[in-house]
């Protein structure tokens, strides 16, 4: 698939027909992940990739909220996406912020990531939600994340059933952009 394809195919999946994602793919897509730019190449996304069948229904049930438990009904595989606190975007020396956005930076080089790990799902067939709605709390305990990292989206990863909705419209470039 050509990238722009790639871009224009993407759309979020809110309907997938339980056929199972490989291990092997998930691990392509955190591949593709990591050729993303990040804050002086810190690299603090970190992913929790979910694909075992009990697993994945705890995350489903415990940690999603009714209306994205629906969506992910019949899905494979989550991949529960954080980043590392005070790193990015922080001096080393000092531990202070570097600027005003502060964490703000792990978030951004982890959505860059993300985009990434989607769009390769996208080339190889696979489907995706990213759900910022979820409970931290019980994702924390039930995956044993440490405490100095911020749990961000969880991603469904499987595959759409037949006929969904099409993507929603964009806005045009005149709305969004500005040209000096
Ligand atoms: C940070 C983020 C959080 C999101 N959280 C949810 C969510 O909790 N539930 C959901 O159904 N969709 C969620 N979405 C999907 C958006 O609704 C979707 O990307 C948007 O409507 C554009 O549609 P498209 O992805 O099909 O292009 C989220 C998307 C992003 C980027």
Redesign the pocket.
Known sequence: MEFQEVIKA?????SFNGEPVSAEVVEEMVLAAMEAPSWKNSQTSRYYCVTSENMVERVRSEVL?G??QN?TAKAPAFIVTTFKKNISGFNKNTGEPDNEVGNGWGAYDL?LHDMLLIAKGKELGVDT??????DEKVLTELLSIPEDEQI??VIAVGYATEGISA??K?KSVDEIARFF
């Not at 993407?10 to 809110?14: D, G, I, L, P």
């Open positions: 993407r759309q979020s999946v809110r909220p209306f994205n969506s959505g939600l990213i759900m910022g709605l979820r961000m989206s993507k929603p964009r």
